[in-house]
C-alpha cells in the first residue's frame, strides 16, 4: 500500500512570495490533515478535511493560508504571501475516517529567506 | 488545559538500557494517548497507543504506562538500541473532534 506521497521535499522561497505544497493521501481515506512542524516543536494541526469538506480550520492563518481538497482525494496547501515566521516543515496525514491512525508524509521543508 | 507537555527534551542512553520519556496533561476529556517515532527527513509515524481504561499496554519492547489521576502517561522502550534513536512524541486527543494535541518531542539517542 502507497504511503501518504507530498512534493516538493524542500522548497526555498524569499519572503512575501508565494508556495504551494501537494499532498495525495492513502487510496481510501477520507480524512486529510495538513500540520505545521516548527523546528524543535510538535506537529500543530492547521486544516483537517473530511473528504472534500473542512472540519476544522481554527488554527489556519487565513489570512496567508488557504488549502483546498479537490473532489476529496488530493489536497493543496498555499502561502501568499510567506513571512520569515513560515520557515518549517509542512506535514500532511491521512486517515480512513475521523479518529482513526493518522499515517504522515514525509513533509516539505519550507525556508523562507 | 490543551497542553500536552512532555519532558526530557532529549535523552542519552546506553544500548541496552532502558529509556524513559514523559508526559503530563490537564484536560481530563483526552482519551487517547497515542505516541509517534519520527526519524530524521521522515514524517511521524505511530508507535503504541492506550486509552485510560487501562493502565499498561505492551507492544514488543515498547510499553505505555498510563496513570489517570496523576493525568500521565510515560513511554518506556527496554533494551534500546542504536536504531531506537529518533523524536518521540506524545499526543492526545477526545472524541469530541478526535484532533491530536502534541507534546514539544524528546530527541532520543541511543549510544552503542
Known amino acids: 500500500e502507497a504511503g501518504v506521497a507530498q512534493s516538493p521535499r524542500y522548497k526555498i522561497i524569499e519572503k512575501r512570495q508565494s508556495v504551494a505544497f501537494w499532498c495525495n493521501p492513502i487510496?481510501?481515506?477520507?480524512?486529510l490533515y495538513w500540520y505545521q512542524q516548527i523546528l524543535g516543536q510538535g506537529p500543530k494541526l492547521l486544516i483537517q478535511?473530511?473528504?472534500?469538506?473542512?472540519?476544522?480550520d481554527s488554527q489556519l492563518p487565513k489570512d496567508r493560508f488557504s488549502a483546498e481538497r479537490l473532489k476529496g482525494v488530493d489536497s493543496t496547501l498555499k502561502i501568499q504571501p510567506a513571512k520569515l515566521e513560515d520557515s518549517a516543515v509542512y506535514l500532511c496525514?491521512?486517515?480512513?475516517?475521523?479518529?482513526?491512525?493518522?499515517?504522515f508524509g514525509a513533509g516539505t521543508r519550507l525556508s523562507v529567506l | 488545559q490543551q497542553q500536552v507537555k512532555q519532558s526530557p527534551q532529549s535523552l542519552i542512553v546506553q544500548k541496552g538500557g532502558i529509556s524513559i520519556i514523559n508526559c503530563a496533561y490537564e484536560?481530563?476529556?483526552?482519551?487517547?494517548f497515542p505516541w509517534y517515532q519520527q526519524f530524521p527527513g521522515k514524517g511521524p509515524a505511530l508507535l503504541i497507543a492506550?486509552?485510560?481504561d487501562v493502565s499498561e499496554k505492551k507492544e514488543g519492547r515498547f510499553t505505555i504506562s498510563f496513570n489517570k489521576s496523576a493525568k500521565q502517561f510515560s513511554l518506556h522502550i527496554m533494551d534500546s538500541q542504536p536504531g531506537d534513536s529518533a523524536t518521540y512524541f506524545c499526543?492526545?486527543?477526545?472524541?469530541?473532534?478526535?484532533?491530536?494535541?502534541w507534546g514539544a518531542g524528546t530527541k532520543l539517542i541511543i549510544k552503542p
Open positions: 499526543a492526545a486527543s477526545t472524541k469530541s473532534n478526535y484532533q491530536l494535541i
Open positions: 496525514a491521512s486517515s480512513y475516517s475521523l479518529g482513526d491512525i493518522q499515517y
Open positions: 484536560n481530563t476529556a483526552f482519551d487517547y
Open positions: 478535511f473530511q473528504n472534500n469538506g473542512v472540519v476544522d
Open positions: 492506550i486509552r485510560p
Open positions: 487510496s481510501g481515506h477520507a480524512t
